[in-house]
């Protein structure tokens, strides 16, 4: 997909693209940001999940705060709040760690649990990873933790979410490497999406100039042959 790693895509706009590629394609391809309350809550929960790179170790429990993950063959790159590691033989050898280990990826997100399915192909995309690095065993199950209530969601990591993360980012780099920002389509999510006032979706609704005049021009001509 990229042979170069300066071609890779950003794991994390995986999300935005999934929620809507001209979203993406306005803050990667053309730069733009704007924060609203939403962005600005999800950092905090992303910083909160950071917190220095820790590494802690409970028993059988390793969990690991901040790793940074790529993979060759999606051409991304990014970092996981937290992967959690379980002893367990049919686990990987880790540096610095003795026995065999399983991890399981752990996202952070504000708000409530989604009806979109953005935050579990980011949790997928960042399993499909893990699995590449490591050379492990698939990783059946992953875990999104909402801040609203404070708890985790259980996703299966099923071969459909696979193919759809794989088919995402296929379409991103072709965009990517295009340069082409995808034209809006408003739906109900432009309400709350933080690009709102930069993408003017209503605006795309009404014909282009160009459309207008060839339109009236066209039934000026109907209008002379009638
Ligand atoms: S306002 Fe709507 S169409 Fe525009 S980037 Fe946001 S979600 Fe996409």
């Known amino acids: 997909m990229a042979s170069d790693e300066d071609d890779y895509l950003q794991l994390s706009g995986l999300q935005h693209y999934a929620y809507c590629p001209r979203q993406w394609a306005l803050i990667t391809l053309e730069g733009q940001w704007a924060e609203n309350l939403r962005t600005i809550e999800g950092q905090l929960v992303h910083e909160r999940a950071h917190d220095e ?8 429990l390793l969990v ?27 686990g990987v050898a880790l540096d610095g760690q003795s ?16 009806t979109h399915d953005a935050d579990r192909l980011q949790l997928c995309c960042q399993a499909l990873c893990l699995e590449e690095m490591l050379l492990c065993p698939t990783i ?8 609203e209530p404070a708890r985790r969601e259980k996703v299966d990591l099923t071969d459909e979410l696979r193919d759809t993360v794989r088919t995402c ?3 991103m780099h072709r965009l990517a490497s295009n340069g082409h920002t995808p034209k809006a389509k408003p739906t109900k999510g432009c309400n709350a999406c933080s690009l709102r006032e ?16 060839a339109a009236r021009l066209r039934e000026e001509e109907e209008s002379a042959q009638a």
């Open 99 to 114: 026995g065999l280990w399983l991890p399981t990826p752990v996202e952070y997100k504000r708000g409530q649990p989604k």
């Open 64 to 90: 690991v705060r901040g790793l940074a993950i790529r993979s060759r063959e999606l051409g991304v790159s990014g970092q996981c709040d937290v992967v959690e590691f379980k002893r367990d033989p049919a």
């Open 140 to 147: 059946e199950t992953a875990y999104l933790y909402y801040a």
């Open 198 to 213: 930069l993408c003017l979706p209503s605006l795309t609704r009404r014909p282009s100039a160009s459309a207008y005049i």
């Open 53 to 60: 790179n820790l590494r802690e170790k409970r028993g059988d």
């Open 169 to 171: 980012l296929r379409d």
